[in-house]
């Protein structure tokens, strides 16, 4: 089935450090979306990529997918303490039936030290 | 904007009852899903659904059953709860086509003793 791998795990930056979380999967991905999940909230979408190479920003961060369309990256300039959370990769693959589901990465914990 | 509603936020069950999670969605979106978060797992899919009368089984069906008799509303159930279902439940719901976008639910945080 489709694996999804996300690293790091957990990442703590001081403010104002860069972060960076990937996410890879064994197949070649139709899209690939971002979600956040803020401590003690569920998680709420971020963007959705779609073409090979594609890059899209959304203040300080930078959404990317890779050329082959298997690996993407989320990278935040100069966290601040609102960045806190888990972000999550999703993906879409089929289940046993046919029918298409959303895998999850397993999610990076990113904490911000004021 | 689309609302996800969990109808518990909390629940502690003993082994061996039956439970049941609601989901409402009010957007009349065909699609919905329940998945499970655990530290260090993230979320797995349990069971989605396309449709009224519909099931799908997810990544992790076992232990777990669901109803979908309304299009608004999605049911998870474990017929006899054991402490390793003790969990994160989250909703979601989407709209086919489109961005897909997963709208989520608060989650149900489930305990099992």
């Known amino acids: 089935g489709q694996q999804v791998m996300q690293i790091p795990q957990y990442q703590h930056v001081q403010e104002g450090e860069d972060f960076t979380t990937y996410c890879n999967s064994s197949?070649?991905?139709?899209?690939i979306q971002w979600y956040k999940q803020r401590p003690g909230g569920h998680p709420v979408f971020l963007i959705q990529l779609v073409k090979s190479g594609e890059v899209k920003k959304q203040k300080r961060l930078t959404f990317q997918f890779g050329e082959a369309k298997k690996n993407s990256s989320l990278h935040i300039t100069a966290t601040q303490t609102t960045d806190v959370g888990t972000y999550f990769c999703a993906v879409p693959n089929m289940n046993s039936g046919g029918y298409q589901k959303v895998t999850f990465g397993t999610g990076t914990k990113l904490q911000v030290i004021p | 904007d689309v609302k996800v509603t969990q109808s518990s936020r909390y629940l502690v069950k003993r082994t061996g009852e039956k439970v049941f999670l609601e989901c409402v969605q009010d957007?009349?979106?065909?699609?919905m899903f329940w998945y499970r978060q655990d530290p260090g797992l993230g979320l797995r899919l349990i069971y989605f659904?396309?449709?009224?009368?519909?099931?799908e089984k997810g990544d992790i069906p076992e232990g777990y059953s669901v109803s979908r008799e309304k299009k608004e509303r999605f049911s998870l159930i474990l017929e006899s709860a054991s402490t390793n279902q003790t969990s994160m439940y989250l909703c979601a719901s989407r709209l086919p086509g489109g961005a897909n976008v997963l709208t989520f639910g608060a989650g149900s945080r489930l305990t099992v003793l």
């Open positions: 957007m009349d979106h065909e699609n």
């Open positions: 197949t070649t991905l139709s899209n």
């Open positions: 659904s396309y449709d009224v009368k519909m099931k």
